[in-house]
């Protein structure tokens, strides 16, 4: 008997939209509008998902502008994870994305390292920030 009473409802329901021929095309129709209309927001968000990875990939594959320069050691320093460098040292930019720089230190056997742009900038002329470059930054 619990069935009974949502029988009812539906049947009260169908009555009210004018018999079961109306309630179909109306209960079509609304089913197909919100179709429509989650489908177009699942359309605009798809739309806006791929704008911002394809600006994240390009952002991600620009080229970096201190790649392959050397810059000179003028201060002694420590990394913290045991790449030392001394005054007169230098270091070839291989790679960068945002603070992690990849770099070859001429003369060093255990090439490359990685190490903080924060770290080359305070024991060299290392750029502040990298021109035309927006890894990371």
């Keep these: 008997m619990?069935?009974?009473?949502g029988y009812q409802t539906i049947t009260k329901v169908i009555k009210a939209?004018?018999?079961?021929?109306?309630?179909?095309?109306?209960g079509v129709t609304v089913v197909s509008v919100s179709g429509y209309g989650i489908g177009r927001g699942?359309?605009?968000?798809?739309k806006k998902a791929v704008k911002a990875l394809k600006a994240s990939l390009a952002k991600r594959n620009a080229p970096c502008a201190t790649k392959d320069q050397v810059f000179e050691v003028v201060s002694d320093g420590e990394d913290g994870s045991g790449l030392r460098l001394s005054v007169g040292d230098a270091y070839r930019v291989m790679e960068r994305d945002g603070d992690a720089v990849q770099i070859e230190v001429l003369g060093a056997v255990d090439n490359p390292y990685f190490v903080s742009?924060?770290?080359?900038?305070?024991?060299?002329?290392f750029p502040t920030e990298d021109a035309g470059s927006t890894n990371g930054q």
């Design 117 to 125: 742009a924060e770290f080359l900038r305070s024991v060299s002329g």
């Design 17 to 26: 939209l004018g018999g079961p021929a109306k309630a179909t095309v109306i």
């Design 2 to 5: 619990g069935n009974l009473g």
């Design 42 to 46: 699942a359309e605009a968000g798809a």
